[in-house]
């Protein structure tokens, strides 16, 4: 998986890893795992999160690491640098090539950001970003997951940032 900003991109998963599927990655990671709730599944304790597993309401903060195989995920309600909002799934087949891939990202996370924040993003402060997959993870590991991402470029932000409006 790949991770999209204006600045250098970040690899999610590594090819090797990726070919043993998600249970590997979590018995390599190890350690200090994020806790979910067993009902809503949110995130109530800090921990790694499996890059596979990350789902819409998650929030993540960043990482200097060129790959990687988890995200940093902390509760919502603690500062965080990212907010997953949007998910969609591209259509089985053959890899389209990291353009088509891109292209289905920004058009479908741009829709999606407006629902999300509450107003059109030219009239936000905020970004969004995307964290999609790679040849290795769509021909590895199936991977057809686009997880859309909303930052503030000022910062840390505390809480959910859906209807921020700003």
């Not at 053959?94 to 289905?104: F, K, L, M, N």
Request: aromatic share 6%; glycine share 10%.
């Amino acid at each position: 998986m790949r991770l999209h900003r204006s600045i250098p991109a970040i690899l999610l998963v590594s090819s090797v890893i990726l070919l043993g599927g998600c249970s590997t990655i979590t018995n390599l990671i190890g350690g200090d795992q994020a806790v979910r709730d067993g009902d809503s599944g949110e995130v109530t304790e800090s921990g790694k999160a499996d890059a596979f597993t990350i789902k819409i309401g998650d929030c993540f903060d960043d990482q200097d690491a060129e790959t990687i195989t988890d995200v940093p995920a902390v509760p919502c309600a603690d500062p965080h640098d990212n907010e997953v909002y949007h998910d969609l799934t591209l259509p089985a087949g053959d890899y389209p090539g990291d353009s088509a891939v891109t292209d289905a990202a920004e058009s479908g996370c741009g829709e999606a950001f407006s629902a999300f924040i509450g107003i059109a993003y030219e009239e936000s402060t905020l970004e969004y970003n995307y964290i999609t997959p790679t040849r290795e993870s769509w021909e590895g590991a199936d991977d057809r997951l686009i997880s859309c991402i909303a930052y503030d470029p000022a910062g840390k932000t505390t809480g959910s940032l859906a209807g921020a409006a700003r």
